[in-house]
T-cell receptor
Framework: GESVGLHLPTLSVQEGDNSIINCAYS??????FIWYKQESGKGPQFIID?????DKRQGQRVTVLLNKTVKHLSLQIAATQPGDSAVYFC????????????FGRGTSLIVHP | DGGITQSPKYLFRKEGQNVTLSCEQN?????MYWYRQDPGQGLRLIYY???????QKGDIAEGYSVSREKKESFPLTVTSAQKNPTAFYLC??????????????FGSGTRLTVV
């Protein structure tokens, strides 16, 4: 059945700090991963992706690390800003087929000025 | 500008009523999806459609129905059989299912509340 009232994991940081958000994925066959940012009352926005043939990928102020051994992803945000406050979640997928991606439940990032 | 539009942004339903959520895209995407988002949970797939006049059940299809009569439109009906419909509903589209989540464009969501 459905669960209600679950609380998202929350990460509170000070403006200017680095943030690390974690995600455990479930399917060892997954070969493509995305991080999304979702602001309150809005749809998710793509941040960064990584394929399973890589361990690390960098974007602007963001880095994604992939550890396939333990099926773990992390998103690092450098010099966190108040505008980074949002829910962040990962998605896992198997490329090239009709696989429908699985989305994680997310972490709420709160940035204090 | 191309995009995906969900309406209304907020919707209130009385118990026992059916309500329909609208999702329209002008991206010429073949695939469209409906997800439900509850507090503290990941997106859960309700229905998806790979092409006009075809759709498949997702993980939580019970109490929901869809149609795909036009490429641009994928409305979701929340029926009275859905016992706990209060949630945030997200529509997405992609050029095809094979593009995976990289190709997803999400709408801005509809928040449905049972009153």
């Amino acid at each position: 059945g459905e669960s209600v009232g679950l609380h998202l994991p929350t990460l509170s940081v000070q403006e200017g700090d680095n943030s690390i958000i974690n995600c455990a994925y479930s399917n060892s066959a997954s070969d493509y991963f995305i991080w999304y940012k979702q602001e309150s009352g809005k749809g998710p926005q793509f941040i960064i992706d990584i394929r399973s043939n890589m361990d690390k990928r960098q974007g602007q102020r963001v880095t994604v690390l992939l550890n396939k051994t333990v099926k773990h992803l992390s998103l690092q945000i450098a010099a966190t800003q108040p505008g980074d406050s949002a829910v962040y979640f990962c998605a896992e997928n198997i490329e090239g087929g009709s696989y429908i991606p699985t989305f994680g439940r997310g972490t709420s990032l709160i940035v204090h000025p | 500008d191309g995009g995906i539009t969900q309406s209304p942004k907020y919707l209130f339903r009385k118990e026992g009523q059916n309500v329909t959520l609208s999702c329209e895209q002008n991206l010429n995407h073949d695939a469209m999806y409906w997800y439900r988002q509850d507090p503290g949970q990941g997106l859960r797939l309700i229905y998806y459609s790979q092409i006009v006049n075809d759709f498949q059940k997702g993980d939580i299809a019970e109490g929901y129905s869809v149609s795909r009569e036009k490429k641009e439109s994928f409305p979701l009906t929340v029926t009275s059989a859905q016992k706990n419909p209060t949630a945030f509903y997200l529509c997405a589209s992609s050029s095809s299912v094979a593009t995976g989540p990289y190709g997803y464009t999400f709408g801005s969501g509809t928040r449905l509340t049972v009153v």
